[in-house]
Antibody, heavy 120, light 108 residues
Framework: EVQLLQSEAEVKKPGESLKISCQAS????????IAWVRQVPGKGLEWMGI????????KYNPSFEGQVTISADHSIRTAYLQWNSLKVSDSGIYFC?????????????WGKGTTVTVSS | EVVLTQSPGTLSLSVGERATLSCRAS???????LAWYQQKPGQAPRLLIY???YRATGIPDRFSGSGSGTDFTLSISRLESEDIAVYYC?????????FGQGTKLEIK
């Protein structure tokens, strides 16, 4: 069974750093893309960026570029989303999702989400 | 950036009725790159439809998608109470994915 296991909820202060994770199982990790999607409570979905763990090619939504870093460690089948200096506005739920290679660009398997709360 | 506008914002129907959800794009969308997701309260989104009209694995045939160009539709025939959720359309264009703002489906 294909699964994406996300790290637990985090509570941080503004200015702190954070790295959340998404561990994949049940498929070839290096052969499919992993996307990160943000959801502010009560709001919609925002695509943040995507990484191909096979060669670490990464693409960012311009709205998030420079604000976060997406990376992957294929030796432990894990993708990461990282902040160097959190803001209150970074609070939200962060989902990772698999985007299979091929002609159809869709996110077919999702993690349960990691809630990030940034508050002083 | 391709902007997706979904309508209506909220749809209230009875069990057994048919739901029709709209997704309009600001520019023409490649049909291979248009998908629909269902998000129930407290859950992650779930892929329903991809490539405009292909049902994802395990999705009942009550769900169907159609459309082309800039206008796309998700239809749910014979509504069930478990269909209460927010539905999002999504597209990909020029290395960027965008989602619509969602349609909330309520059961009367």
């Amino acid at each position: 069974e294909v699964q994406l296991l996300q790290s637990e909820a985090e509570v941080k202060k503004p200015g702190e750093s954070l790295k959340i994770s998404c561990q994949a199982s049940g498929y070839s990790f290096t052969g499919e893309w992993i996307a990160w999607v943000r959801q502010v409570p009560g709001k919609g979905l925002e695509w943040m960026g995507i990484i191909y763990p096979g060669d670490s090619e990464t693409k960012y939504n311009p709205s998030f570029e420079g604000q976060v870093t997406i990376s992957a460690d294929h030796s432990i089948r894990t993708a990461y989303l990282q902040w160097n200096s959190l803001k209150v506005s970074d609070s939200g739920i962060y989902f990772c999702a698999r985007r299979p290679v091929g002609q159809f660009f869709r996110m077919d398997v999702w993690g349960k989400g990691t809630t990030v709360t940034v508050s002083s | 950036e391709v902007v997706l506008t979904q309508s209506p914002g909220t749809l209230s129907l009875s069990v057994g009725e048919r739901a029709t959800l709209s997704c309009r794009a600001s520019q023409r969308v490649n049909t291979n790159h248009l998908a629909w997701y269902q998000q129930k309260p407290g859950q992650a989104p779930r892929l329903l439809i991809y490539g405009v009209s292909y049902r994802a694995t395990g999705i009942p045939d009550r769900f169907s998608g159609s459309g082309s160009g800039t206008d796309f539709t998700l239809s749910i025939s014979r509504l069930e109470s478990e269909d209460i959720a927010v539905y999002y359309c999504q597209q990909y264009d020029r290395s960027r994915y965008t989602f619509g703002q969602g349609t909330k489906l309520e059961i009367k």
